[in-house]
């Protein structure tokens, strides 16, 4: 018989699955801004899996202030990540990652575990022109 593993089998949590951190959008373009503007996005996902997830850091450039949704995102429902870019130290067109970690984390944990590691991308455009 195969080994199964003894998370898989038992314990208060069996019925859980793994989570899945879905973007609605994975790419959106500000398209042409003035320097010094600071446009604004939000970045929806689902959970898409089976189990709740919670986001742990989300980073891109210094030039991008980021804050997104800090409670548990359960099974089939959205959350957000907001993103406001500074344009003021840039110019010419710039294509931005954000980088999502994220955890699978049921309701009696305390703390996630670093196997239940999730790794998402989104990503942004935008052309920074000199104002007139």
């Given at each position: 018989a195969d080994h199964i593993p003894a998370r898989a089998v038992g314990g208060p949590n069996f019925q859980f699955g793994d989570p899945s951190l879905e973007?609605?959008?994975q790419f959106h373009d500000f398209g042409q801004i003035v320097k010094g503007e600071k446009?604004?996005?939000?970045?929806?996902?689902?959970?898409?899996?089976t189990?709740?997830?919670?986001?742990d850091m989300v980073s891109a450039c210094e030039c991008t202030e980021l804050d997104w949704t800090r409670?548990?995102?359960?099974?089939?429902?959205?959350?957000?990540?907001y993103v406001e870019?500074?344009?003021?130290d840039r110019e010419g067109e710039q294509e931005v990652t954000m980088d999502v970690i994220a955890y699978k984390?049921?309701?009696?944990?305390?703390?996630?575990?670093?196997e239940d590691m999730i790794l998402a991308q989104a990503r942004f455009r935008v052309f920074v022109k000199e104002k007139e």
């Open positions: 973007f609605e959008e446009p604004k996005h939000t970045f929806a996902f689902y959970n898409r899996g189990a709740p997830l919670i986001i409670s548990l995102v359960y099974p089939g429902k959205k959350g957000h990540i870019y500074d344009s003021s984390m049921l309701p009696d944990q305390e703390e996630p575990l670093e």
